[in-house]
T-cell receptor, first 109, second 112 residues
């Protein structure tokens, strides 16, 4: 399976702190994507990083990709209570989009 | 407005019944997906379709069936053969398999 594995499974931090989530995967990829899910809702795409990119920024989000280690990280800076959600990485393999187990992020006010 | 719509939001099924979950998109996307999510868990792929009139099994296809007769529609039928169907079902679509996926708001299915 090409499923990504996120680490940690759960993360709780204070508002204003930075949050870092990691994702590992098993096989070669074209790109890696990060999604966010608020409780009981659908997923929302956050950012896509291609296999030939090492780092990408979008607002308070920073994503890194290390293809030699088959891993990626998502950094959320200056966290806000509204960032409380589950975050998933997703990879494409065998023409299908496969998700990891997710990291549940809680931002405490 | 362009988007992807799942219906119903909540669905109750009796033991032994088949039920069909609707997924419609007006984004002109070729690829569509069905995922199952259990409480506190990630998404598991049930079926996916890259083009109309073609679909493939995902990791947990047993007890489910789909059709892709129209580009806009990808309904999922949960059959009586699915022994533990209670879950949150998510439909998604994308232009192509390697591009950003757009998700519906999900259908929560409960067996009563």
């Amino acid at each position: 399976s090409q499923q990504g594995e996120e680490d940690p499974q759960a993360l709780s931090i204070q508002e204003g702190e930075n949050a870092t989530m990691n994702c590992s995967y098993k096989t070669s990829i074209n790109n890696l994507q990060w999604y966010r899910q608020n409780s009981g809702r659908g997923l929302v795409h956050l950012i896509l990083i291609r296999s030939n990119e090492r780092e990408k920024h979008s607002g308070r989000l920073r994503v890194t990709l290390d293809t030699s280690k088959k891993s990626s990280s998502l950094l959320i800076t200056a966290s806000r209570a509204a960032d409380t959600a589950s975050y998933f990485c997703a990879t494409v393999g065998a023409q299908k989009l496969v998700f990891g187990q997710g990291t549940r992020l809680t931002i405490n006010p | 407005d362009g988007g992807i719509t799942q219906s119903p939001k909540y669905l109750f099924r009796k033991e032994g019944q088949n039920v069909t979950l609707s997924c419609e998109q007006n984004l002109n996307h070729d690829a569509m997906y069905w995922y199952r999510q259990d409480p506190g868990q990630g998404l598991r792929l049930i079926y996916y379709s890259q083009i109309v009139n073609d679909f493939q099994k995902g990791d947990i296809a047993e007890g489910y069936s789909v059709s892709r007769e129209k580009k806009e529609s990808f309904p999922l039928t949960v059959t009586s053969a699915q022994k533990n169907p209670t879950a949150f079902y998510l439909c998604a679509s994308s232009i192509g398999v390697s591009t950003e996926a757009f998700f519906g708001q999900g259908t929560r299915l409960t067996v009563v």
